[in-house]
């Protein structure tokens, strides 16, 4: 099929990207289990070497069952074109290598995944990146972090774990005033409950290890290319916007237009640094998201119920869920996040650390991992676990306390996770 903006995302995510195999028929998107594919001759082998034709050379870079994923996610997100690699945290490093260099810096919500605050003020030190994280629900102090230096603007759409939601359009236009692009982690909301590059963003990253495949089975990352931010307006991205010396002074920006981050990310960044996803993860996303709708619906409905629960259950503190009418962000949640906001929250207990551990080790159908976005109810207690790297002061800014359980609702019965966190809670609290 021809992917016209005339299709609805529940046709789109079955069909984007897919047509029927032209070897075989195959009406299922086939594994291309293969490292390299032949060229037709030596002039066909020299002009895709020369990036003068587009198409297969080595899996490193291209393969046919990853390509489609790729033109899934990015019809889904609503941009022109797409690279996949081999987990989150991989898309997260390939979005701000063409933008970053040493001694410059990204700007950064407080509110993020753990280990996206460990790669952000650690890891990426060895590049000579650095990171200032801020809140950005105060934009003023969004505006004041931002410097000469500034190369990009990160935020999570529905952030990972504490409930917070970012209103995206708002940061987008502190980001578009200061020239600078938003890169948005669209993990835990998908393009199903939230399209960031609607609302502003210049390149959306996800962790495909969690609701997009759905179902725990493979790593995998992406980054979406909006198509939408003008590399050569600054001297600032000159990955982008100057002469290359790799490829004998091509110029991204020039040569490819909108499609010059999608291209350098295939060109440089997995040729370089080689974070490729393969093809079997690529498969198993691709069935995943065949049914992404009806399972983000299932798990907004089922955490609504299960949150609601707890928020009136006296052995509970608080709980954080946007999509509560208690939650400070419950006016935001219903701007922004009109279909809701995903199946992730966080919950506190009035019993404090012992009681959250004992209670992650009494329940039956949740289990206890580090994962989120299953088809299966799972719960980690981040202050032990992903979180164990932070500082007291940054698990808190990221809504991971000591006393606090998150849960990443699955799509069973949500009357037997209810019986579940009941007998917990007993074990628990007493
Ligand atoms: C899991 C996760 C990541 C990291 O993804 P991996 O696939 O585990 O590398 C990044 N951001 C968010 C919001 C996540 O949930």
Known sequence: MSDGPTYGFDTLQIHAGARPDPATGAR??????????????ADHAAALFNLQEVGYIYSRLTNPTVAVLQERLATLEGGVGAVCCSSGHAAQIMALFPLMGPGKNVVASTRLYGGTVTQFSQ?????????KFVDFDDLDALRDAIDDDTRAVFCESVANPGGYVTDVRAVADVADAAGLPLIV??????PYLCQPISQGATLVVHSTTKYLTGNGTVTGGCIVDSGKFDWSASDKFPSLSAPEPAYHGLKFHETFGN?????????????????????????????GIETLSLRMQRHVENAVKVATWLENDPRVDYVTYAGLPSSPYADRAKRCYPKGTGGLFTVALKGGYDACVKFVDSLEIFSHVANLGDTRSLVIHSASTTHRQLTPEQQQAAGAGPNVVRISIGIEDADDLIRDLDQALAKACG
């Open 259 to 287: 499609l010059a981050f999608t291209f350098h990310g295939i060109a440089i960044g997995l040729r370089d640094l080689g974070m490729t996803m393969n093809p079997q993860a690529a498969h198993y996303t691709l069935m």
């Open 123 to 131: 890891t990426i030190k060895r590049f000579g990146w650095s990171a």
């Open 28 to 41: 299922q998107t086939p594994i291309y289990q293969s490292t390299a594919y032949v060229f037709r001759d």
């Open 185 to 190: 982690d669209n993990t835990s909301a998908t």
